[in-house]
């Protein structure tokens, strides 16, 4: 009678063991997939300045940093890179920062070979209700060799 007693809860410790067994395995590999083998981040910088009746486009040519200039609201600018890394590597790239909903990347993930040259670019639609001011972020880029 005892054994018997036992029965379900080994049965229930086992499917219990196998079933945070899968987790584990499951997280793992989602850990390994979005981990970055290299990483690389350049920053970058807008300002807002509402010029009344003119909107403002004005270019920066600074290479230090992603300089989007100054703009008045509504209008866009726009920046190219250009990615090169010493291996193969799966590319993706993001925005993070006080304007990261603004910029639209193209291509945000691209496959890039040994020493290929890939441009991306960066558009930067500032909206019609942005206040004056200065916004910084960055442009992150992750290898997975």
């Known amino acids: 009678m005892t ?18 067994l899968v987790v584990i395995v ?19 910088s807008i300002q ?3 010029a009344g009746k003119r909107p403002l486009l004005g270019f920066n040519t600074n290479t230090d940093h992603l300089n989007f200039g100054a703009v008045s ?13 010493d291996q193969d590597a799966h590319v993706t790239v993001s925005m993070d920062g006080d304007f990261e909903t603004w910029v639209r990347i193209n291509p945000a993930e691209f496959d ?30 992750c290898f997975k060799e």
């Open 48 to 50: 807002v300045k509402d």
């Open 26 to 44: 499951i997280s793992w590999a989602a850990y390994l997939q979005s981990s970055c083998s290299a990483m690389q981040s350049i920053p970058a």
């Open 73 to 85: 609201p509504n209008i866009m600018s726009s920046r190219k890179v250009e990615v090169q890394h």
């Open 112 to 141: 890039l070979k040994a020493q290929e040259t890939k441009e991306v670019y960066l558009e930067a639609n500032v909206p019609r209700s942005a206040p004056d001011g200065n916004y910084s972020g960055q442009v992150i880029f």
């Open 3 to 20: 054994s018997n007693y036992y029965k379900p809860k080994l049965f229930l410790a086992i499917v219990l063991v196998i079933i945070m």
